[in-house]
């Protein structure tokens, strides 16, 4: 009677479908039902026994939740536990299974590691030096802020103008889309300490700057606006000097050093982190505080948009603000505002994000590579997969198997690829040429191990589903029944593994024409006649300090006493100062024009004009003849006389006359006439992609600049290095050892850069044909063995071993040929992405383009050599009595 009533209570309750909220129902009507019968022994009447234990048991409402809490913690326990246990049953039998395909297993693995390790080595680059390219709070919000010509600029390179005060104080002032903006100038220098002095990089900022980077000081303190506003000489010292010079002595604080021709006393130390862009540039070792009163300088500029502002907000805001500058000045706009993010100061960009391409295409083949393995492998199973499906094992057991044994590859392939990417990096970052310098700062970072994990299992899982596709499409019967492989393969899954191999060739077709461009770039700029003889030719690079040598004739008798005493130095042949030695390019600023000749700019434009300042032996000593016209007549600064280019005046007077001509830069509408007294053949200086046509105005010396080159050319007998500091040493005790620079080694240095990238992307155009052959070798060897039966009635009925051979690789071949001519035509669109990194050959180059079709073909064939011989070796009886 008691249990009726109980179970009349409960029967709403009773009424849930699941199983173990049921058993809570259960348990509170049985612990009821106890108590009841507990307190009837003891007199109770059966009603007054269900209410007292009710009443005792509590809110019925706040027990069944508790209980059915426990209930499901106990069931997600029970869940989680069983899924771990699937999952390491799942992963044992995977590697049981693995282990005994020892070769299949190797092959797999490194094919996956080779795409992930190629990927991993380039991302690493490009997570680095694009992604994280500084250092700073909210880097997706950081520019660098320029300003570049509104029009004329056909240098080829880009030349920015740097703002001045007026610009940078107008900017700070009235900006609206910048959270901040903080004007630098970094600068070269000497320190003097107790022992010789040395050359030290030097930045000059703001206090607001350490905020602006998200940094503190190590020692000390940063200095105040009250310090600048009151001059007084304070600097900070970068962690790397104060350990390599000081070590790391905190009481360096305090301490008077003398930089350039000031003394400054320290009053802190500035984490080694704190840098300036771009990334990869050489480390600051002082720094100095920044007086934005001083109204002849120009800064390097950097910002951090406002949240919600663009780029293109943020220009016209500071373009306003120029304009209104350049309104009270009575001057004109010949400047805009360009805003560009960090990544864009990486010189190497371009080529940088084509590796990625390449690698990317790498990645491709190795995924189809170990596509086609497992689904090579995933036939040769269909009896076993067909006995465990006979067994009771359902698709989705099966499934989740072939994907633990996918997934179990990828992560063994992902560590390995890890770890070669790993040795790649460090060996692209140890083989960097001196043109990609920023390359050191290079590493494997989060970003770079979060992409490869994403790939890997992404991989992994497709490859999976990959393989139970192909398992459920088999009919279980047929292959329990199947007695051979060759009976249990269906034309479904022959026609994907050629696919495969297509894509695979096609993706390879694509890597090897970008590749064979590349060669024969860094082949023209080789053969490139550069217009002067860079053997035996340096230039010394002279920089005065400004309070020593302020005067113009201090500077000149330091010149020409060094010049005197090197000319008298055995091994020297000979001499001449130049305002621009080989490798670099000095511009002056304003519109080119020529007397008589329509202005080449627009009103408010501006352009680059490279300018050389040279005395009479520097054609002699680099080699360079003048074709037309005399040297300097008359050097006087009234005179104005200057030699030209061959190229400009070829572009200009193609029937010869320049001679007498007059040209002028003009800045804001005025500039002095300047007339045409020579015509120089062309001379590449600035290396092999210069502009020929371009002007390069020729002149001569006034007075001795702050900084000059002498060049000196040698018969190599001699240490130059070692006598050139001697002789400064002799003549100026303080003056720091001036830097040397080989010619030849810079004319090197320009096609270092196309060189290297030529070399990795051939290294990676090797790796995916190496693949691609794999591929193709795997589909011709498997079909081989499926066709054993036919061809060994082919030969039995008479085919000769001839025909055998050829109906091989005429297959393997026409694989090659229809992924040849995807490729090819994938790589005519791929090429354009390239053209601007090209020289002296055309995107759509023909021999580049049959290059790759010839060396796709020449690999399907040798791919198809081991196959064909095992054709050539079936036995027909044995062949024909096979099931």
């Known amino acids: 009677m008691i249990r009726d009533g109980i179970r009349r209570a409960f029967n709403l309750a009773l009424r849930r479908k699941d199983q173990w909220e049921r058993e809570v129902e259960e348990e509170i009507k049985l612990h009821l039902t106890l108590r009841a019968e507990q307190l009837m022994a003891h007199g109770a009447t059966p009603t007054d026994a269900y209410h007292q234990a009710v009443r005792k048991f509590g809110a019925l409402d706040d027990s069944r939740a508790r209980l059915l809490e426990a209930a499901r913690h106990r069931e997600r326990q029970m869940k989680r536990i069983e899924l771990f246990d699937e999952i390491r049953q799942d992963?044992?039998?995977?590697?049981?299974?693995?282990?005994?395909?020892?070769?299949?297993?190797?092959?797999?693995?490194?094919?996956?590691?080779?795409?992930?390790?190629?990927?991993?080595?380039?991302?690493?680059?490009?997570?680095?030096?694009?992604?994280?390219?500084?250092p700073y709070p909210a880097p997706d919000r950081i520019v660098i802020v320029q300003q570049q010509p509104k029009n004329g600029n056909n240098t080829?390179?880009?030349?920015?103008?740097?703002?001045?005060?007026?610009?940078?104080?107008?900017?700070?002032?009235?900006?609206?889309?910048?959270?901040?903006?903080?004007?630098?100038?970094?600068?070269?220098?000497?320190?003097?300490?107790?022992?010789?002095?040395?050359?030290?990089?030097?930045?000059?900022?703001?206090?607001?700057?350490?905020?602006?980077?998200?940094?503190?000081?190590l020692v000390g303190r940063m200095f105040s606006a009250a310090e600048i506003e009151n001059k007084v000489p304070v600097a900070l010292l970068a962690e790397g000097i104060w350990r390599e010079r000081y070590?790391?002595?905190?009481?360096?604080?305090?301490?008077?050093?003398?930089?350039?021709?000031?003394?400054?006393?320290?009053?802190g130390v500035l984490p080694a982190s704190l840098r300036l862009p771009p990334v990869g540039r050489d480390r600051i070792d002082v720094w100095l505080p920044l007086d934005l009163r001083n109204q002849d300088l120009g800064f390097g500029v950097l910002g951090r948009i406002r949240p919600g502002a663009t780029i293109a907000t943020a220009t016209r805001d500071l373009d306003g603000l120029t304009a209104q500058v350049d309104k009270s000045?009575?001057?004109?706009?010949?400047?805009?505002?360009?805003?560009?993010?960090?990544?864009?100061?990486?010189?190497?960009?371009?080529?940088?994000?084509?590796?990625?391409?390449?690698?990317?295409?790498?990645?491709?083949?190795?995924?189809?590579?170990?596509?086609?393995?497992?689904?090579?492998?995933?036939?040769?199973?269909?009896?076993?997969?067909?006995?465990?499906?006979?067994?009771?094992a359902d698709k989705m057991r099966v499934f989740r198997q072939l994907a633990t044994e996918s997934l179990v590859l990828a992560v063994v392939g992902a560590v390995t690829g890890v770890l070669l990417g790993w040795l790649g990096l460090r060996s692209i970052i140890a083989l960097r040429p001196g043109a990609m310098s920023q390359l050191s700062a290079a590493h494997l970072d989060l970003t770079t191990l979060g992409v490869t994990v994403a790939v890997a299992v992404t991989s992994g899982l497709i490859f999976g589903v990959l393989g139970a596709f192909q398992t459920s499409r088999n009919s279980t019967h047929d292959s329990l029944k199947a007695g051979s492989l060759s009976t249990s393969s269906s034309r479904g899954?022959?026609?994907?593994?050629?696919?495969?191999?297509?894509?695979?060739?096609?993706?390879?077709?694509?890597?090897?024409?970008?590749?064979?461009?590349?060669?024969?770039?860094?082949?023209?700029?080789?053969?490139?006649?550069?217009?002067?003889?860079?053997?035996?030719?340096?230039?010394?690079?002279?920089?005065?300090?400004?309070?020593?040598?302020?005067?113009?004739?201090?500077?000149?008798?330091?010149?020409?006493?060094?010049?005197?005493?090197?000319?008298?130095?055995?091994?020297?042949?000979?001499?001449?100062?130049?305002?621009?030695?080989?490798g670099s390019r000095n511009f002056s600023v304003g519109t080119f024009e020529i007397d008589g000749a329509q202005a080449a700019a627009k009103e408010g434009g501006s352009s680059?004009?490279?300018?050389?300042?040279?005395?009479?032996?520097?054609?002699?000593?680099?080699?360079?003849?003048?074709?037309?016209?005399?040297?300097?007549?008359?050097?006087?600064?009234?005179?104005?006389?200057?030699?030209?280019?061959?190229?400009?005046?070829?572009?200009?007077?193609?029937?010869?006359?320049?001679?007498?001509?007059?040209?002028?830069?003009?800045?804001?509408?005025?500039?002095?006439?300047?007339?045409?007294?020579?015509?120089?053949?062309?001379?590449?200086?600035?290396?092999?992609?210069?502009?020929?046509t371009a002007p390069l105005l020729y002149s001569s010396p006034s007075e001795v600049h702050q900084r000059v080159a002498l060049m000196v050319r040698t018969n190599g007998s001699m240490d130059l290095a070692t006598t050139v500091r001697q002789l400064v040493k002799s003549i100026d005790p303080e003056m720091v050892p001036p830097k040397i620079e080989s010619t030849e080694e810079i004319v090197s240095k320009a096609i270092a850069g196309p060189r290297f990238t030529m070399l990795l992307l051939t290294t990676f155009t090797l790796l995916a044909l190496l693949l691609a052959a794999v591929g193709l070798y795997g589909?011709?060897?498997?079909?081989?063995?499926?066709?054993?039966?036919?061809?060994?009635?082919?030969?039995?009925?008479?085919?000769?071993?001839?025909?055998?051979?050829?109906?091989?690789?005429?297959?393997?071949v026409l694989l090659a040929f229809v992924g040849a001519a995807l490729g090819l035509g994938g790589a005519y669109w791929g090429?354009?992405?390239?053209?601007?990194?090209?020289?002296?050959?055309?995107?759509?180059?023909?021999?580049?383009?049959?290059t790759g079709a010839i060396v796709l073909v020449l690999t399907a064939v040798v791919a198809c050599v081991v196959p064909m011989r095992r054709a050539l070796a079936v036995d027909p009886i044995r062949a024909i009595r096979a099931d």
């Open 91 to 134: 992963t044992l039998f995977a590697l049981r299974t693995l282990s005994r395909q020892k070769g299949w297993t190797a092959i797999t693995i490194l094919t996956f590691a080779l795409g992930i390790g190629a990927t991993t080595a380039v991302f690493s680059v490009v997570s680095s030096l694009l992604l994280h390219g500084v």
């Open 156 to 217: 080829g390179i880009r030349v920015s103008i740097m703002p001045s005060t007026a610009i940078v104080n107008a900017w700070r002032a009235g900006t609206r889309a910048f959270e901040s903006l903080e004007p630098y100038i970094g600068a070269q220098r000497q320190l003097r300490t107790s022992g010789d002095p040395i050359g030290v990089s030097t930045a000059s900022v703001l206090p607001s700057f350490l905020t602006f980077a998200g940094e503190r000081a």
């Open 247 to 267: 070590g790391a002595d905190p009481s360096v604080i305090g301490r008077p050093i003398v930089v350039g021709d000031s003394t400054y006393t320290v009053i």
């Open 329 to 392: 000045l009575s001057s004109k706009t010949t400047f805009a505002t360009v805003l560009r993010r960090p990544a864009e100061l990486i010189d190497f960009q371009d080529a940088l994000l084509m590796l990625t391409g390449a690698v990317a295409l790498v990645l491709l083949v190795a995924c189809a590579n170990v596509a086609h393995l497992l689904m090579a492998r995933a036939a040769t199973r269909r009896r076993e997969l067909a006995v465990r499906a006979a067994l009771g």
């Open 493 to 582: 899954h022959d026609r994907l593994r050629s696919v495969l191999v297509i894509s695979e060739m096609a993706l390879s077709a694509t890597l090897i024409v970008g590749a064979t461009l590349l060669v024969r770039t860094v082949v023209n700029m080789q053969r490139t006649d550069l217009g002067f003889e860079p053997k035996g030719l340096y230039a010394i690079r002279l920089s005065f300090p400004e309070s020593r040598y302020k005067e113009a004739a201090s500077r000149a008798a330091f010149a020409t006493e060094l010049k005197a005493r090197l000319r008298t130095t055995r091994g020297v042949k000979e001499l001449a100062f130049a305002g621009t030695p080989p």
């Open 608 to 692: 680059f004009t490279d300018v050389n300042v040279i005395e009479r032996d520097f054609f002699k000593l680099m080699g360079i003849r003048l074709v037309e016209g005399t040297m300097f007549t008359d050097t006087s600064e009234a005179a104005n006389q200057v030699i030209v280019n061959a190229g400009f005046a070829r572009a200009h007077w193609p029937a010869g006359g320049a001679i007498g001509r007059r040209v002028r830069i003009a800045y804001q509408g005025h500039g002095t006439w300047m007339t045409i007294v020579g015509v120089a053949s062309d001379a590449l200086t600035a290396g092999p992609g210069a502009v020929s």
């Open 779 to 812: 589909v011709m060897a498997y079909s081989v063995a499926q066709r054993t039966r036919e061809i060994g009635i082919r030969v039995a009925l008479g085919a000769t071993q001839a025909a055998i051979g050829k109906s091989v690789v005429m297959r393997g």
């Open 831 to 850: 090429t354009r992405l390239i053209a601007q990194m090209l020289y002296g050959v055309a995107p759509l180059d023909v021999a580049s383009f049959a």
